[in-house]
Structure formats: structure tokens, C-alpha cells
């Protein structure tokens, strides 16, 4: 007798579906707006790390095929070789401001805001009429004339820098820099059509002639345009913030005006550079953390510290002739609260404390 066949039945998965097609799937970290792609510096990342670290892609950690885009010349993506620099891991630097694309529109904001009260308040009181011609000449040409060198350094310096370093956080910090710069030259324009407004006898087109050929300023002018011909966007940082900004800047807007301005009846123009004072505060300190960063690498520190070194002997004589050139304008206001050697001090031991901070040598051509 012939065995029973048996009959064999075909079956299918059954399709099921949960959700996950369209993106609905529960997974432990579902709910959560933290990321787990980079590590930390604390037990939990900050907003900060969230929204910047390893959001520009790097062949290093993610991209396993190189970069996705180059230039004409062959290279992709953030070159190193675009800095005479080096680091063991560029992606160690966080900014210790923790600046992003909201902390700038929010706090420039609030300084917008608190300029625009001050100028608000000073035409209520009528303010300006009160001041020493001797004073109203000094602001027409002199803090105008500063304008265009904050907007040299924003518009040429820093704009350029910020396309050009090596990750998102380097970048990110120095794009709120250049924003910074930019939004300082544009209170001190509005603040120049105020005055020009005001009433009072005040050139509000003399900082052109000022900037343009007057003796006084045309060593800070060359200092500027010569940063803008850096190609090496780390020196670029390094001159502007490090030796510039040291010598030049803080002694103009601190050592000067922030001092004088007062006891020339002048209350009004201290709210308005001090904003500019406390922007280059922020940016010196991130600028610290990338240099002290790099001087400290383990395997690069000598080698960065030679080239800073290098650095600070190119342009600190630069800065300082440029300082000097502006000391005439020290006996120009009618009350003078400070001389231009004591203001000089000042901006130099600034610079010397920075220069420790970074384990550089003072350069010879600063005892001037």
C-alpha cells in the first residue's frame, strides 16, 4: 500500500505594521534632546554641545569616504594646512561663552535695546548741549574714527577667519565675533547721526577726513588693513585679538574714553563703547581657550609656541606704533583724567597677563 502523501501548505510572514515606517517608533532615548554622537565635557551635555559639536562633518570622525565636496585645487572640505598651527584633535576647543545662534541673537538684542534707551534718555534730557566744544570735536573725529576700524576687523577680519577653521565650535565663536565688531561700528554710526542731529556744532562726516589723513590715525589703519591680508586664519585671531585688540583697542575704548568721558560731562558715551568693551571680553576669553589649547597640545605645543612666538615679533611692533601715533589725541579733551603713559601701562600689563595665560614670551619690541 502507497504512503499518504502529505500535503504541503506555503505560508508568509505577516506584514506588521508598528509604526516605525513613518518615523513613530519608541526607542529609550525617543523622548530625549540630547544626543549621544560625541562626548560630553560634563555628566550631561549642554545645549551648547548639542546644537555645534560634530554638526560641520569631519573624514576624521564620521565621513569614512572623505569629504563630500572640494575646491579647484583638489582639497575638501577645512584643509589644515590653512593654518601654520596644529592639534592633536581640533575638536577638543569648546567655546567657554557656549555661544550659538541663539545666545547671539539674544544678547545682542539686549544690547540694542539698552543703547537705544540710553540715547532715548540722553535727547529727553538734552544732554549733548551741555558738553566743551573741545569735547564734542574729540567724539566727531576721534571715536568716529574708531568706527571704521571695528568694522575693518568685523567685515574683513573675522568674516574671512570664520569660513576657515577646522570645526563648527571654532567657527561658531568666530562668527559671533564678527558680529560683535559689526554691530559695535553700527552703534557708533547711529550714534554719529544722533549727534549730527543733536543740535549741537558736531561734524557728522568728519571721521572720513579723520580716518583717511590724519597722522594720528593712520598707524591704526595700517594696522587694520594689514590684517585683512592674513592668510592664516589662526594668525589672523591671534594678531587681531591677541596683540591688536591688547595694545589698540583697549587702550582707545578703555583707557581713554571709557575714563575720560565723565568728567567731560559725557555720560551718555560710556554705556555705548562699554558694550564694545564687554564684547571683546567674551572674545578674548574664547580666543585664550583655542591658543592655551594649542600651546598646551601634547604633541604640537612646542611647535605652536615657536610660530605664536613668531607672531607676537611680526606684529606687536606694528600695534605698538600704532598705539604711539594715537598719543596726541590724549591732551585733547578739556578735562584730562589720564595720561597717555599711564593708559599705556595699563594695556601693556593686560597683554603681558594674556601672554602668560598662554605660556608665550613677552616680544622685545613691547617695552617701547
Same mark, same amino acid.
Given at each position: 500500500?502507497?504512503?499518504?502523501e502529505?500535503?504541503v501548505?506555503?505560508?508568509?510572514p505577516?506584514?506588521?505594521?508598528?509604526g516605525?515606517?513613518?518615523g513613530?517608533?519608541?526607542?529609550?532615548?525617543?523622548?530625549?534632546?540630547?544626543?549621544?554622537?560625541?562626548?560630553?565635557?560634563?555628566?550631561?551635555?549642554?545645549?551648547?554641545?548639542?546644537?555645534?559639536?560634530?554638526?560641520q562633518?569631519d573624514?576624521?570622525?564620521?565621513?569614512s569616504?572623505?569629504?563630500?565636496y572640494?575646491?579647484?585645487?583638489?582639497?575638501?572640505?577645512?584643509?589644515?594646512?590653512?593654518?601654520?598651527?596644529r592639534?592633536?584633535?581640533?575638536?577638543?576647543?569648546?567655546?567657554?561663552?557656549?555661544?550659538?545662534?541663539?545666545?547671539?541673537?539674544?544678547?545682542?538684542?539686549?544690547?540694542?535695546?539698552?543703547?537705544?534707551?540710553?540715547l532715548?534718555?540722553?535727547?529727553?534730557?538734552?544732554?549733548?548741549?551741555?558738553?566743551?566744544?573741545?569735547?564734542?570735536?574729540?567724539?566727531?573725529?576721534?571715536?568716529g574714527?574708531?568706527?571704521?576700524?571695528?568694522?575693518?576687523l568685523?567685515?574683513?577680519?573675522?568674516?574671512?577667519?570664520?569660513?576657515?577653521?577646522?570645526?563648527?565650535?571654532?567657527?561658531?565663536?568666530?562668527?559671533?565675533?564678527?558680529?560683535?565688531?559689526?554691530?559695535?561700528?553700527?552703534?557708533?554710526?547711529?550714534?554719529?547721526?544722533?549727534?549730527?542731529?543733536?543740535?549741537?556744532?558736531?561734524?557728522?562726516?568728519?571721521?572720513?577726513?579723520?580716518?583717511?589723513?590724519?597722522?594720528?590715525?593712520q598707524g591704526?589703519?595700517?594696522?587694520?588693513?594689514?590684517l585683512?591680508?592674513?592668510?592664516?586664519? #589662526?594668525? *589672523?585671531l591671534?594678531? $587681531?585679538?591677541?596683540?591688536?585688540?591688547? @595694545?589698540v583697542?583697549? =587702550?582707545f575704548? %578703555?583707557?581713554?574714553?571709557?575714563?575720560?568721558?565723565a568728567?567731560?560731562?559725557?555720560?551718555?558715551t560710556?554705556?555705548l563703547?562699554?558694550?564694545?568693551?564687554?564684547?571683546?571680553?567674551?572674545?578674548?576669553?574664547?580666543s585664550?581657550?583655542?591658543?592655551?589649547?594649542?600651546?598646551?597640545?601634547?604633541?604640537h605645543?612646542?611647535?605652536?609656541?615657536?610660530?605664536?612666538?613668531?607672531?607676537?615679533?611680526?606684529?606687536?611692533?606694528l600695534?605698538?606704533?600704532?598705539?604711539?601715533?594715537?598719543?596726541?589725541?590724549?591732551?585733547?579733551p578739556?578735562?584730562?583724567?589720564?595720561?597717555? #603713559?599711564d *593708559?599705556?601701562?595699563? $594695556?601693556?600689563?593686560?597683554?603681558?597677563t @594674556?601672554?602668560?595665560? =598662554?605660556n608665550? %614670551?613677552?616680544?622685545?619690541?613691547?617695552?617701547?
Open positions: 500500500m502507497a504512503p499518504t502529505k500535503t501548505t506555503k505560508s508568509f505577516r506584514i506588521e505594521f508598528t516605525a515606517e513613518a513613530l517608533k519608541e526607542f529609550p532615548s525617543s523622548a530625549s534632546r540630547s544626543y549621544n554622537y560625541f562626548t560630553p565635557q560634563k555628566k550631561r551635555a549642554t545645549m551648547y554641545e548639542d546644537v555645534t559639536v560634530d554638526v562633518p573624514p576624521e570622525r564620521h565621513l569616504q572623505g569629504w563630500i572640494g575646491f579647484a585645487d583638489g582639497k575638501g572640505g577645512y584643509p589644515k594646512d590653512w593654518t601654520e598651527l592639534s592633536g584633535d581640533w575638536h577638543r576647543f569648546l567655546d567657554p561663552n557656549e555661544e550659538w545662534e541663539q545666545t547671539i541673537y539674544r544678547n545682542n538684542s539686549n544690547v540694542v535695546r539698552q543703547i537705544q534707551l540710553n532715548d534718555n540722553a535727547k529727553k534730557a538734552s544732554a549733548y548741549r551741555g558738553w566743551s566744544a573741545a569735547w564734542v570735536k574729540f567724539l566727531e573725529r576721534h571715536l574714527a574708531w568706527m571704521h576700524a571695528e568694522h575693518g568685523g567685515m574683513h577680519v573675522f568674516t574671512s577667519e570664520q569660513r576657515s577653521a577646522p570645526t563648527n565650535m571654532i567657527n561658531t565663536a568666530i562668527a559671533v565675533n564678527s558680529a560683535h565688531k559689526l554691530r559695535f561700528a553700527q552703534d557708533l554710526a547711529l550714534y554719529n547721526l544722533d549727534l549730527s542731529e543733536a543740535g549741537i556744532p558736531f561734524d557728522g562726516a568728519v571721521h572720513r577726513q579723520a580716518w583717511h589723513t590724519d597722522p594720528v590715525w591704526v589703519r595700517e594696522n587694520v588693513e594689514r585683512t591680508a592674513i592668510g592664516d586664519w #589662526a594668525e *589672523s591671534f594678531a $587681531a585679538n591677541v596683540v591688536f585688540e591688547s @595694545l583697542g583697549v =587702550l575704548r %578703555s583707557h581713554l574714553v571709557m575714563q575720560v568721558s568728567r567731560n560731562g559725557d555720560y551718555v560710556p554705556t563703547v562699554g558694550t564694545g568693551e564687554h564684547d571683546y571680553d567674551r572674545d578674548l576669553r574664547y585664550r581657550a583655542l591658543f592655551r589649547m594649542l600651546t598646551s597640545d601634547e604633541t605645543g612646542d611647535h605652536n609656541r615657536d610660530v605664536m612666538q613668531g607672531w607676537l615679533d611680526t606684529w606687536v611692533p600695534s605698538v606704533r600704532a598705539a604711539h601715533e594715537l598719543q596726541p589725541i590724549w591732551s585733547q578739556q578735562d584730562r583724567v589720564v595720561t597717555f #603713559a *593708559s599705556w601701562d595699563g $594695556a601693556v600689563a593686560g597683554l603681558r @594674556l601672554l602668560s595665560d =598662554l608665550l %614670551s613677552e616680544p622685545k619690541g613691547l617695552a617701547l
